[in-house]
C-alpha cells in the first residue's frame, strides 16, 4: 500500500495517453509500471488498452505504421520471450486467414428462414384456434349429434397440429440411403419424401446450430405419437433410430423440435409417404 | 482450490454482480499487463520460473491470508507502515496493530483514506487504508503482487542456473520458428473450437463483447499450448487432451488451462 496515490482523472488520462507508447516497449520501467497498475485498479481501462492493442495489430499487418514503429512492433509481438504477446498477434493473425474464415463459415448457426417463422407462428395459431373450437363444441356436444362428427375430426387435429392448418407447398426434401432417410434441413415450408418403407433412421442435416440439442416428433396415420429423445448433433446432423418403425402407419407427420429450450417449437416439418 | 479463493474475489470486487468464474477471470485480465511488467522488472521468469498468472495467484492467495487469517498490521518507529481496513465493521471495533510485539487498537479510525496518522501514545505515524472502493482493494492486490515478485527474486539469490525452456527477457529467442504459415493456423484451428473463431469476431454490447474476451482467451491459450507443447510435458498433456476432444469440450479444456495456477497454488499447499 506504499503506491503513490494518485488524482484519478488525471491519472486515467495519463495511461491512455501513453497506451501506445506502452505497447511498442517505448516507455521506461517506472511508466510501465504506473500504467499497468491503472489498467489494473481502473475499471475499463484494461478494454481501452485492448482495443488500442487491437487496432495497433491491425496496423502493423496492413502496413500502416509508420516507419520506426515496425522495429518497435516486432521487438513487442513478434521477436518476444512474453509469449501472452506473441498469442495476441498470432491469434489476431489467423483471425484474418482464410482458413479460419472457413472455419467460421462451416459453424455459423443457419437462421430460421423467413418461411419457417410463418409455420411456427401458424402452429401457434392453429392451436389456439383449435382450443377455442374444443370449448364451443362442448357446449353444443350433448344437443348436436352433427357437431358430434366434426368434433371428432377436430380431435384428431389436436393430435396432430400443422399440416392441416395452411400448410404452405410442399417440397422435395427428403432421399433415402443405406444409413436411413436423409431430410434437408434447407427447406422453406413443408419438405416432402416418397418412401418404399417406413424408414428405420431419420437424419436432419446441416443442423442450425451443432451447439443445441434437437429432437424429432412423429405423428403416424395411425395415431401414434413418438418423440425422440434429445440428439446432440455430430458433424452437424442429427440421426434418430425410430423404434419399431415398421409398426407405424405411413404418412408420416414429422416435426424436428428445439429441445434446448423449455417452449419447445417446430424448427422444420416433413411429410413422408409411401411410393 | 476455487473454493478457497472464493472470498478473496468477492472481496476484491465487492460490487460485482457476475458469478465467481467470471470476476476471477476479469480479476486476471485487469491484472495481467501489470503482473507482466511486474515479473519482467523484478523477478524475470528465466529466472523465478514464474509466469503473470502465477504471480497474480499468488497475490490473491497473500490478499486471502490477510483478509482471513489473524492479521495484524505492522507499526514501527522512524517509518510509516501501512495499515488497511478489511471489514466495515471494523469501523466499531477498531483495528488491532502490532507496536513493538504489543497489539494495540486503533480506535476510532480516521475518517479519510490514504490519511497519514499517528499511533496514539508512542506518536509512531501510519498511513490508513479504508479499502471501501473497489480501486483501493485492487491497488492493495498490486502491492501484493510486486511483493511477492521482489519476495521471489531475493529468495533466488545469485546461484540458481536459467532455465534454459524458458526464453529470456529482453532476447529474442522463437523457439518454434516463425508462426503463421497454413499449417500453423491449421493446428490451431484443429485444437480449438469453430464457435470460438466467430466469437473472437463479434461486435457488439457489452455481453457480445465478453463472450468475444474469453473466446479469444481460449484462442491464445491454445496457441501457448501449442508452443509450450515443444518443450513443457504439461502442455503435451493438454495439446493431447484437445486433439481428442471436441467443440465445446475444447473450450473447457481451454477454461482448464486458464485457471491451472490455482490448482498449481492448492498442490503446493499440501
Given at each position: 500500500m506504499n503506491e503513490p496515490v494518485r488524482n484519478d482523472a488525471v491519472e486515467r488520462q495519463w495511461a491512455k495517453e501513453h497506451f501506445r507508447s506502452y505497447l511498442l516497449g517505448q516507455l521506461n520501467e517506472d511508466?510501465?509500471?504506473r500504467l499497468t497498475m491503472a489498467v489494473a485498479i481502473y475499471s475499463g481501462l484494461v478494454d481501452d488498452l485492448e482495443d488500442v492493442e487491437s487496432e495497433l495489430i491491425d496496423a502493423y499487418l496492413d502496413r500502416r505504421l509508420v516507419a520506426?514503429?515496425?522495429?518497435?512492433?516486432e521487438r513487442q509481438y513478434v521477436h518476444t520471450d512474453v509469449l501472452d504477446n506473441r498469442a495476441k498477434f498470432q491469434v489476431q493473425r489467423a483471425l484474418r486467414s482464410k482458413e479460419v474464415e472457413r472455419t467460421i463459415r462451416a459453424a455459423a448457426p443457419v437462421p430460421m428462414s423467413s418461411l419457417r417463422r410463418p409455420l411456427a407462428l401458424s402452429l401457434l395459431a392453429a392451436s389456439a384456434a383449435l382450443i377455442l373450437a374444443g370449448v364451443l363444441g362442448g357446449l353444443y356436444y350433448t344437443k348436436s349429434r352433427a357437431l358430434d362428427q366434426a368434433l371428432a375430426e377436430l380431435k384428431v387435429k389436436q393430435v396432430r397440429p400443422g399440416p392441416e392448418i395452411e400448410t404452405p407447398p410442399e417440397q422435395p426434401a427428403g432421399s433415402s440411403t443405406p444409413e436411413g432417410l436423409i431430410l434437408s434441413a434447407k427447406i422453406s415450408g413443408v419438405g416432402s419424401a416418397v418412401v418404399t418403407a417406413p424408414p428405420e433412421h431419420l437424419i436432419w442435416t446441416p443442423v442450425p446450430d451443432y451447439r443445441d440439442l434437437y429432437r424429432f416428433r412423429i405423428y403416424s396415420a395411425g395415431g401414434q405419437e413418438i418423440t425422440s429423445p434429445l440428439l446432440n448433433p455430430q458433424n452437424n446432423t442429427i440421426t434418430y433410430a425410430v423404434q419399431n418403425s415398421s409398426s407405424l402407419t405411413l404418412p408420416w407427420d414429422v416435426f424436428v423440435l428445439n429441445g434446448a429450450t423449455v417452449a419447445e417449437h417446430a424448427l422444420a416439418h416433413y411429410v413422408i409417404r409411401r411410393r | 482450490m476455487g473454493i478457497e479463493l472464493i472470498p478473496v474475489v468477492y472481496w476484491v470486487s465487492q460490487d460485482s454482480e457476475v458469478g465467481y468464474t467470471e470476476t476471477l477471470l476479469e480479476l486476471v485480465r485487469t491484472l495481467r499487463p501489470f503482473a507482466t511488467s511486474i515479473l519482467r522488472r523484478y523477478a524475470p521468469p528465466e529466472r523465478s520460473g514464474l509466469c503473470p498468472e502465477a504471480l497474480i495467484y499468488g497475490g490473491l492467495m497473500e490478499l486471502r491470508h490477510k483478509i482471513l487469517d489473524q492479521y495484524?498490521?505492522?507499526?514501527?518507529?522512524n517509518r510509516v507502515r501501512s495499515v488497511t481496513c478489511v471489514w466495515p465493521w471494523w469501523d466499531n471495533t477498531g483495528i488491532k496493530v502490532l507496536a513493538s510485539g504489543y497489539v494495540e487498537t486503533l480506535r476510532p479510525l480516521p475518517a479519510a483514506s490514504g490519511t497519514t496518522s499517528s499511533l496514539e501514545g508512542r506518536g509512531w505515524t501510519y498511513k490508513f487504508y479504508r479499502n471501501d472502493d473497489i480501486e483501493e482493494r485492487r491497488r492493495?492486490?498490486?502491492h501484493l503482487i510486486k511483493e511477492q515478485a521482489r519476495a521471489d527474486e531475493r529468495s533466488l539469490g545469485d546461484e540458481v542456473p536459467l532455465d534454459?525452456?524458458?526464453a529470456q527477457a529482453g532476447g529474442p529467442i522463437m523457439k518454434r520458428g516463425e508462426f503463421g504459415s497454413k499449417s500453423d493456423v491449421s493446428d490451431l484451428v484443429s485444437i480449438t473450437d469453430p464457435a470460438d473463431w466467430r466469437d473472437a469476431r463479434a461486435k457488439g454490447d457489452s455481453k457480445t463483447r465478453k463472450r468475444c474476451q474469453r473466446a479469444?482467451?481460449?484462442?491464445?491459450?491454445a496457441y501457448k499450448i501449442l508452443e509450450l507443447s515443444l518443450t513443457q510435458s504439461f502442455a503435451k498433456a493438454y495439446l493431447h487432451r484437445l486433439v481428442e476432444a471436441e467443440g465445446r469440450e475444447r473450450q473447457s479444456i481451454l477454461n482448464e488451462f486458464f485457471k491451472r495456477y490455482m490448482k498449481n497454488t492448492a498442490d503446493d499447499e499440501k
Open positions: 511508466d510501465t509500471e520506426d514503429e515496425y522495429e518497435s512492433f | 495484524l498490521p505492522v507499526v514501527e518507529p492493495w492486490v498490486c534454459e525452456n524458458v479469444t482467451e481460449r484462442l491464445r491459450s
